[in-house]
């Protein structure tokens, strides 16, 4: 039985380290919504494809309103336990230990839960006296219930193209959120991204996006799956560590795409168009 | 035994995924005869193998911009017919146009040598203003490098014509002959010639005169922008907005060609062999498998003839898996977070005796085809006038349905074939697509054509719901009408191959079912082939409902069964806890 380990982030972040850094590229309103959206006490809900960026976003947010984070990863074991907080057996005694839900409400700091849909739907009740005007967490094991003060914000993300329909957020759930759509960001941000997080050399942000862009326009069919910002960064990354555009971008873009050999020369031929 | 597909790849193969993009669509890029310019239809485009590379790819990427930005798609092309000049300066300002609406996502390079083919050219908002410019003989234009092929407005326009004239001449094979001669021709004036002497021959009778007013030739008053040297009268087409195209008659023409020698067939992706009972074995290499997506139709208001739940409660049972439940009350196995807070809770005097964890089927792991014949011998009405075809189809919706609501994955594929080297799949929803409105409308749009070669349709089921499924599970069920048949497909030989088929798939593990559905035809064979437990004919689609379950279940057990057997299946086992 394994707590899961929340993840603080301090206000404020060390740009000399990658990882550190809680800067962002905003879209559109997205900044003042999540803000406007902490002030009246509101959840919120960030939908979106895997890689675009939710989580950077709410770290960054976090930074900007100076609260702390606690990030919780749902999977499908997670337990309203794992969640609230569980008794632990220290000698003979037993002694009660918050869960990062219990410890973001009593702080007042930013939890975010991130691909909420994994969890089981049991597990993600707990959260709804949280999400609604009460604003409330029980705790039955201590026969307490706690006050969410006004600095506590849920913030809750899912990828909707998941295909299963077994696996939808609930609409009693959904319908207690404010929700901010994230789609793959647009080519002018893509290259801001590219170019003021990650360094990467302006002319090759460019061809990069634009390759991104034609992989996109691709019917469903051919792909599974769309071309991620992340994994763009990653082929800019690569570059910019010394490696070929070409074959980084293979390596960091083609190949994760498909297993297809077909598919696999079609796309290597797309990438020489675009990056030789 | 190994039976596999192979996925063929002809140089040219390797610009499918440019093609893809830039177009906005799938498109099958295909080998025109070396040195014949290249030209696309929309939804395949030839390159001329014989071009240097890096001007293949220019030429895909020019195509393939026309077809996202709609320049082939207007009606109003074929005002175009014949007037070479006027397509010249057409596919210039289409081509400038279409560069601007995807300026994002063009290679560096490509853009910068396309702004020097296209300086000067005067801007166009939309396909009306290119084609008005293009036709006024006064624009002065350059023209583009040769190498990037051409517009071809009179097999676009025939292509759209081609659906309702089908439909209409189907039984004079005389006046087919004449189509097809036209369809095939380089020279357009020619061709609409050809075109006029088909339909005003004194046998063309009332068909062919109404035939002439809907493709709107014959002598009306000229148009005075006239002036590009074009035939006088005879091309003064009019307005009119042209039926959808129908795809089943679309297919016919298409089919046709092998006929006419192999040579103009576009190669297939997937070659099957087929059995032949005769020779006691395999004739390799021998069915071509074609896959296309076909167009769509709206859908009339309908009214649900049958409730989904009651299709949805019978497969809800279907290809579950295990899955782990904690906190039993009995079970093999210790729950570990449980048991911890049993020993905190004896502290407090609370006792919980759920402390297990057990493993039941309740997680659903389930991959259905659902394989819809599309021939013609569905479309026969039967005395009271209605098609088996009809319900095959509200059945497959249903299907659909009830496999999305549940979370499994589902794909569904029309087919039908002519003659062994085209047998056609069309794509109404591959597995990992979502349930979208775009499905149903191709759902809609499907009119039954061609003829049954039953064992290669199986065997490329199989094939896809092998690779694609991703499930423990995976199913086939086939909805038609029994007849199996197809040019040299026919009696003992199609039965034996047909049986053959299934019995791979179910020894790769492959449930097969098989509903026939509103039909009386050759019921017994199929009775024979599939056996009593996975085979089932009713006259109307209520009465099949409650039987579902029955043969889903018994079709997956004996391909579970077959699967245990044969060791050398790379299978997928079940992550059993």
Not at chain 1, 39 to 50: A, C, F, W
Not at chain 2, 189 to 214: D, H, M, V, Y
Not at chain 2, 406 to 415: E, I, K, N, P, T
Not at chain 2, 452 to 474: C, K, P, W
Request: glycine share 8%; with cysteine.
């Amino acid at each position: 039985m394994i707590m899961p380990r929340p993840v603080s982030t301090p206000a404020g972040g060390n740009p000399a380290n990658l990882e550190d850094d809680t800067s962002y590229v905003a879209s559109g309103n997205e900044i003042t919504l999540f803000e406007t959206a902490w002030h009246e006490r509101l959840p919120l809900l960030l939908k979106g494809p895997t890689g675009v960026g939710k989580t950077r976003f709410v770290e960054h947010m976090a930074a900007r309103l100076g609260r702390p984070l606690i990030t919780v990863p749902c999977h499908e074991d997670l337990t309203a336990a794992d969640l609230v907080g569980r008794y632990l057996l220290q000698g003979n005694d037993t002694v009660w230990m918050d869960g990062p839900l219990t410890r973001a409400v009593r702080e007042g700091a930013i939890c975010y839960l991130d691909e909420v849909v994994e969890a089981r739907a049991d597990t993600v009740v707990v959260l709804h006296p949280l999400m609604d005007h009460r604003r409330e967490l029980h705790i039955e094991r201590l026969g307490q219930t706690l006050r969410a003060p006004p600095a506590f914000m849920l913030v809750l993300s899912y990828n909707p193209g998941y295909q299963s329909l077994m696996k939808e957020l609930k609409a009693s759930t959904r319908q207690r959120m404010v929700a901010i759509d994230f789609d793959f960001p647009k080519p002018e941000v893509e290259r801001r991204v590219l170019v003021e997080l990650y360094h990467v050399d302006p002319a090759v942000a460019d061809r990069l996006v634009r390759l991104a862009q034609a992989i996109r326009r691709l019917d469903a069919e051919s792909l599974s799956e769309a071309v991620s910002p992340r994994a763009l960064v990653a082929a800019g990354r690569l570059a910019h560590g010394g490696m070929a555009l070409r074959e980084a971008a293979i390596a960091a873009i083609a190949a994760p795409l498909s297993d297809d050999a077909a598919m696999r020369e079609s796309l290597v031929a797309l990438i020489d168009t675009y990056l030789a | 035994m190994m039976v596999r597909a192979v996925a063929m790849a002809s140089p040219v193969e390797r610009w499918t995924t440019l093609a893809g993009a830039l177009a906005a669509r799938p498109l099958s890029v295909l080998a025109a005869a070396p040195g014949e310019a290249s030209w696309t239809d929309g939804h395949r485009l030839w390159l001329d193998p014989a071009l240097p590379l890096a001007q293949q790819r220019e030429a895909c990427m020019a195509q393939a911009l026309l077809v996202e930005a709609g320049s082939l798609e207007y009606p109003g092309l074929r005002r175009l017919v014949g007037r070479r000049a006027a397509i010249s300066r057409y596919m210039v300002l289409e081509l400038a146009r279409a560069l601007r609406r995807s300026a994002a996502c063009l290679p560096v390079e490509f853009e910068e040598r396309a702004r020097g083919w296209l300086s000067g050219v005067p801007e166009s908002g939309s396909v009306e203003i290119s084609l008005a410019l293009a036709l006024d003989a006064r624009t002065a234009m350059l023209e583009l490098p040769a190498h990037l092929g051409r517009l071809r407005p009179a097999r676009l326009s025939w292509k759209r014509v081609a659906g309702r004239a089908g439909q209409i001449l189907r039984k004079t094979p005389m006046r087919e002959a004449r189509l097809e001669s036209i369809d095939e021709d380089e020279d357009t004036e020619e061709a609409t010639g050809k075109l006029l002497r088909a339909f005003s021959s004194p046998l063309a009778g009332a068909a062919g005169s109404l035939l002439l007013k809907i493709l709107g030739l014959g002598r009306t008053p000229g148009d005075t922008r006239d002036q590009d040297g074009a035939d006088g009268g005879a091309m003064a087409l009019g307005e009119e907005t042209m039926m959808s195209d129908a795809p089943g008659a679309d297919a016919e023409q298409t089919a046709r060609r092998p006929t006419q020698g192999s040579a103009k067939m576009p190669p297939a992706r997937w070659h099957y062999p087929e059995w032949s009972v005769a020779a006691q074995t395999y004739r390799p290499n021998w069915t071509h498998v074609h896959e296309i997506t076909p167009m769509g139709r709206s859908m009339a208001e309908r009214v649900d003839v049958l409730a989904s739940t009651s299709i949805r409660r019978q497969i809800a049972r279907i290809g579950l898996e295990f899955a782990r439940h904690r906190a039993q009350r009995d079970g093999p196995d210790f729950d570990l977070e449980r048991l911890v807070r049993h020993a905190v809770g004896r502290h407090a005097g609370e006792v919980d005796e759920r402390l297990y964890l057990a493993t039941r089927r309740t997680r659903r792991d389930l991959a259905l085809l659902v394989l819809l014949d599309v021939s013609q011998s569905t479309g026969d009405r039967d005395a009271q006038g209605r098609r088996a075809f009809d319900q095959q189809r509200e059945m497959t919706r249903q299907l659909l349905k009830a496999s999305v609501h549940l979370g499994d994955r589902v794909a569904v594929y029309g087919f039908h074939s002519w003659g062994r080297h085209l047998v056609r799949f069309l794509r109404i929803k591959h597995f990992s697509e979502l349930m979208s409105p775009a499905v149903g409308r191709r759902l809609e749009a499907l009119e039954p054509a061609g003829l049954t070669r039953l064992g290669a349709a199986i065997r490329h089921a199989t094939h896809l719901v092998d690779h694609d499924g991703q499930t423990r599970h995976r199913m086939v069920l086939l909805l038609t009408d029994g007849f199996a048949y197809d040019d040299e497909y026919e009696g003992a030989h199609a039965e034996a191959d047909a049986g053959r088929a299934l019995q791979e798939a179910t020894e790769r593990g492959i449930a097969c079912v098989c509903l026939n559905i509103g039909s009386e035809q050759d019921d017994e064979r199929l009775r024979r082939l599939y056996g009593e437990a996975a085979y089932l004919r009713c006259s109307n689609l209520h009465k099949s409902v409650p039987a579902l379950r029955r043969l889903m279940r018994s079709a997956m057990r004996q391909a579970d069964s077959r699967q245990r057997r044969s060791p050398n299946r790379h299978s997928k086992e079940a992550a059993r806890p």
